[in-house]
């Protein structure tokens, strides 16, 4: 699975959109990528994941640059419940690697009042 | 639909006691996978199972037995517990095939004296 990078910390003020980054650089043509956030400790919740177009549900948006080194989770309009460790996964969404997932250290996002 | 159950919550064990943390899904899933996460640090696969019958190691597998008999159980087994197991375990579960979604149970808090 190829590696991400992502800051270790943000910040957002509530209502306004927050926008985090992740680099995966070496993600091969095959791998998706996925956003995963966990909430003081419990178990992590899926976000979102795309290929290589954009993709939006009612949680989040998801932006893939063109050459797929990079992409941002979007939260619209972030409240306080979305203070969260969020983090972002690459990995082949075929055969055994439907039950691993690799995390990193992810991004602490503190949204505030 | 309960989704993914863990039990115990909290468990205290005296080092060199063994335990089976259990973990039970719901939703059908074929793929289930085991996760430790240790303070300040993102999850760590410990064994994980395409489908009953069928497991393997994760990235952090020794002191671990896993089997799974069931599609609905995956039951993790510390055989000789150590302080260095001291840590949040997490169970998780997904559909697979093009439902690439994991979800994950509540965690259970592991301490060893």
């Known amino acids: 699975d190829a590696k991400t990078t992502q800051p270790p910390s943000m910040d957002c003020a509530e209502g306004r959109a927050a926008n985090l980054p992740c680099n995966h650089s070496?993600?091969?043509?095959?791998?998706?990528v996925y956003w995963y956030r966990q909430i003081h400790s419990q178990g992590p919740q899926y976000i979102i994941h795309?290929?290589?177009n954009n993709e939006t549900n009612e949680m989040a948006s998801l932006i893939i640059t063109e050459d797929r080194k990079s992409s941002t989770l979007i939260l619209p309009h972030a409240t306080l419940r979305d203070t969260a460790v969020y983090y972002c996964?690459?990995?082949?969404?075929?055969?055994?690697?439907?039950?691993?997932?690799?995390f990193g250290q992810g991004t602490i996002l503190t949204v505030h009042p | 639909n309960a989704g993914v159950t863990q039990t115990p919550k909290f468990q205290v064990l005296k080092t060199g006691q063994s335990m089976t943390l259990q973990c039970a899904q719901d939703?059908?899933?074929?793929?289930m996978s085991w996760y430790r996460q240790d303070p300040g640090m993102g999850l760590r696969l410990i064994h994980y199972?395409?489908?009953?019958?069928?497991?393997d190691q994760g990235e952090v597998p020794n002191g671990y037995n896993v089997s799974r008999s069931t599609t609905e159980d995956f039951p993790l087994r510390l055989l000789s517990a150590a302080p260095s197991q001291t840590s949040v375990y997490f169970c998780?579960?997904?559909?697979?095939?093009?439902?690439?979604?994991?979800?994950f149970g509540q965690g259970t808090r592991l301490t060893v004296v």
């Open positions: 998780a579960s997904s559909y697979g095939g093009g439902y690439t979604e994991a979800f």
């Open positions: 070496t993600i091969s043509g095959n791998e998706y």
């Open positions: 795309g290929l290589k």
């Open positions: 996964i690459v990995r082949v969404a075929s055969g055994t690697s439907y039950g691993k997932l690799t």
């Open positions: 939703m059908n899933h074929e793929y």
């Open positions: 199972s395409v489908g009953a019958g069928i497991t």
